[in-house]
């Protein structure tokens, strides 16, 4: 009689496991190969502005300052996900070892992802520091 109690609980068990593992599946919890994965804590999606070119290709964990990713204020950062920028996040407080992206100056909740490096070979449409330079000189211009 035990044994066929104890063989009927275990049936039911792995049934309810499997049950949990299909609705759990059914929810969401993967989504197919087109699930957005943030690269860094706090990405989101971003599509970068025409002309965007940074050349060579990128690789994971490289940077370039923004000021276009949405819900930013000041500087943001695009971040490469395999050989292009498509994930963007806000500035971070500052950390040890963090340095503020070349020729800009960044408050204390600027600084870029913790262990990110920048790509420093794109100065184009998009860069922050081009979008600096040219506020300043239609400034002067005025």
Known sequence: MTRT??????????????????????TGCGQGPNAFQ???????PWTPPPDWDPEPPCGTGYYIAIDSCPGCSGISYALCTGTTFTQC?????FTPGATCPQTLVCS???????NWTEFTDYAGPGWIGLDLAQ???????E
């Open 5 to 26: 109690w104890c063989r009927g609980w275990a049936v039911s068990l792995v049934a309810a496991l499997g049950a949990i593992g299909a609705a759990l599946l059914g």
């Open 89 to 93: 996040t806000c500035g971070s407080p």
């Open 135 to 141: 506020g300043a000189s239609d400034a002067g211009s």
């Open 38 to 44: 943030p690269v860094a804590y706090g990405a989101r």
């Open 108 to 114: 204390m909740d600027d600084f870029p992802p913790q």
